[in-house]
């Protein structure tokens, strides 16, 4: 080989580089320099308590400090974007939520597409949300409730938050499967809707069971269903909203962790397992519980799976709500 041939081979190996992320022996060496981990809500958020319990794990089970960075704005939107246009070598991670697969009005301008800009790396935690009904209402279950609803139709009240969140959607998305036209009240947080439901200004809600728990618990409020596929470790007697009998009428939070698209799949590897690890750790997994959340876990493949299993969830509710037109 001549020496022209070898300094074009040079060139194109480094062109490849640039192009597709970090080479197989930088992955090899991942990571021999501090990581950031990028989230998108305040510090003091679900995600900034998951991110922290996380990176101080990774920092001694992989040799290099990882940082929490907070970049907040726009739904978390501003730190995606951050990530995205970071290079593709695993040292600028990002923490989303599930809320990340809605894409409602406007989404088209955030800058970056969530399902292909940003490749899966594990599932870390979820925050279980309870449907909760007014006790005066007399209802025990989900059908009790639908039945009512039926029977007086545009008389009961659902309280949401904002129009294209996440607790408004799953407002929608529970008249689409029940076949109720329940009213939704938008309001500013969870936390003032559940104020309005224990004195039966509006009818049902759904919030963050450890926010509610010990209401439940004093009969302020009837606990009719987990909104979720299983039942929450802090809610056993509960039961799933599929066991309910409306499978996939979701309204529970996931935080996981992200990497810019292009990350060499050796990296997402190393930083899956390790955080898998680290969510099996007893401090770990109490100090989340203790925050009202549930460990989670799992490979890269099953985490892509649910984002577009949920990305598909609320295509489909914003479809048949025609919303933003």
């Known amino acids: 080989m001549t020496i022209r041939q070898r300094a074009s081979g040079a060139v194109a190996l480094a062109f490849a580089s640039a192009l597709f992320g970090a080479s197989p022996a930088a992955a090899q060496d991942y990571p021999n ?16 308590l998951v991110a922290r319990a996380i990176a101080q794990k990774l920092s001694s089970a992989l040799g290099q400090p990882f940082i929490v960075e907070v970049r907040p ?9 951050y990530v995205v246009r970071s290079p593709k070598d695993g040292y600028t991670l990002f ?8 894409r409602g009005a406007g989404s088209a301008n955030s800058g970056f597409d969530f399902a292909t800009d940003l490749v899966p790396i594990v599932p870390m935690a979820s925050v279980p949300f309870v449907l909760t009904a007014y006790p005066g209402l007399g209802v025990k279950t989900v059908q009790d409730f639908i039945t009512l609803a039926k029977a007086k139709p545009d008389a009961l009240t659902f309280g949401g938050t904002a129009a294209g969140t996440s607790g408004y959607l799953a ?3 529970f008249n689409q499967r029940a076949g109720t036209s329940l009213a939704i009240a938008p309001y500013p947080s969870t936390a003032q809707a559940t104020t309005d439901l224990m004195t039966g200004r509006i009818s049902i809600a759904s919030a963050s069971a450890a926010n509610v728990l010990q209401l439940i618990e004093e009969g302020k409020l009837t606990a009719l269903a987990v909104a979720q596929a299983n ?14 009998g409306l499978p996939g009428v979701y309204a529970s ?3 996981g962790m992200l990497a810019p698209a292009g990350t060499p799949s ?6 899956s397992k390790a955080v898998n690890e680290a969510l099996k750790a007893d401090d770990v997994a109490n100090q989340l519980r203790l925050q009202g959340m549930e460990p989670m876990g799992g490979p890269p493949e ?23 037109k």
């Open 266 to 271: 050796a990296i997402v590897d190393t930083l």
């Open 73 to 81: 704005g726009a739904g978390s939107n501003v730190a995606a974007q």
């Open 171 to 173: 407002a929608q998305l």
């Open 302 to 324: 099953d985490f892509a799976l649910r984002i577009k299993s949920d990305t598909a969830r609320w295509d489909a509710v914003l479809q048949a709500a025609d919303f933003g």
């Open 95 to 102: 923490v989303a939520t599930s809320s990340s697969t809605i």
């Open 253 to 255: 939070i996931w935080i």
């Open 231 to 244: 039942r929450a470790a802090m809610l056993p007697q509960v039961p799933s909203i599929d066991e309910a």
């Open 33 to 48: 320099k501090p990581v950031r981990i990028v989230i998108g809500f305040a510090a003091g958020s679900v995600s900034d």
